[in-house]
């Protein structure tokens, strides 16, 4: 049973970088059968799909987002991260790691899911 | 303002049934069997009930259905649950490894 653990700050300057991290156990980062995303939900709002890393370091981004996102994985320390630079305060948010499985046919539905946190961006 | 729509709330009395729509375009949920549905009640991460358009990921009770026709998917809850009230996001596959979500619907149990 995989467990995913969001860590960072909780409060980021307009203009600033919003760093994340998100460690992963009960099993690898390396495992073929998943892709690791992230996703967000500004405060009372829907979900924000932000973009996603597969083990190797291949990324794609939300379009929206493409110009100020990077998310990257370290192996070894079972761990990947999202980077979002130049924030505004419609970055504020609770931002959640998560997985994407490989189905049969293709990747779908995101099935294991950390608690979440909340960054706000504020002066 | 969310890719994909979803009426704000839907309501049912204990027992009854009730369906939640999510509707997209051509791009996301008309041409992918990629949708798939959300549960979350509050201050909780979401909850994965419905994969490729009407899969059932182990655990999910089968009072949770779902289908798609053109560009609308559905969730139905059948038998309503004191515990089925929460918030509940549609999600598709938009191509190009992009996906999109709906805005939720808050489902009260009467």
């Known amino acids: 049973q995989l467990q995913l653990q969001e860590s960072g700050p909780g409060l980021v300057k307009p203009s600033e970088t919003l760093s994340l991290t998100c460690t992963v156990s009960?099993?690898?980062?390396?495992?073929?059968?998943?892709?690791w995303v992230w996703i967000r939900q500004p405060p009372g709002k829907g979900l924000e799909w932000i973009g996603r890393?597969?083990?190797?370091?291949?990324?794609y981004y939300n379009p929206s987002l493409k110009s100020r996102v990077t998310i990257s994985v370290d192996t070894s320390k079972n761990q990947f991260s999202v980077k979002l630079s130049s924030v505004t305060a419609a970055d504020t948010a609770v931002y959640y790691c998560?997985?994407?499985?490989?189905?049969?046919?293709?990747?779908?539905?995101?099935?294991?899911w950390g608690q979440g946190t909340l960054v706000t961006v504020s002066p | 303002q969310s890719a994909l729509t979803q009426p704000p709330a839907a309501s049912g009395a204990p027992g009854q049934s009730v369906t939640i729509s999510c509707t997209g375009t051509?791009?996301?949920?008309?041409?992918?069997?990629?949708v798939s549905w959300y549960q979350q009640h509050p201050g909780k991460a979401p909850k994965l009930m419905i994969y490729?358009?009407?899969k059932r990921p182990s655990g999910v009770p089968d009072r949770f259905s779902a289908s798609k026709s053109g560009n609308t998917a559905s969730l139905t809850v059948s038998g309503l649950q004191a515990d089925d009230e929460a918030d509940y996001f549609c999600?598709?596959?938009?191509?190009?490894?992009?996906?999109?979500f709906g805005g939720g619907t808050k489902l009260t149990v009467l």
């Open positions: 999600g598709s596959y938009a191509g190009i490894n992009n996906w999109v």
């Open positions: 998560a997985t994407l499985p490989k189905r049969y046919s293709g990747y779908d539905g995101f099935d294991y």
């Open positions: 890393i597969y083990y190797s370091g291949g990324t």
């Open positions: 490729e358009v009407n």
């Open positions: 009960g099993g690898s980062i390396s495992n073929n059968n998943y892709l």
């Open positions: 051509s791009n996301d949920v008309g041409v992918y069997n990629y």
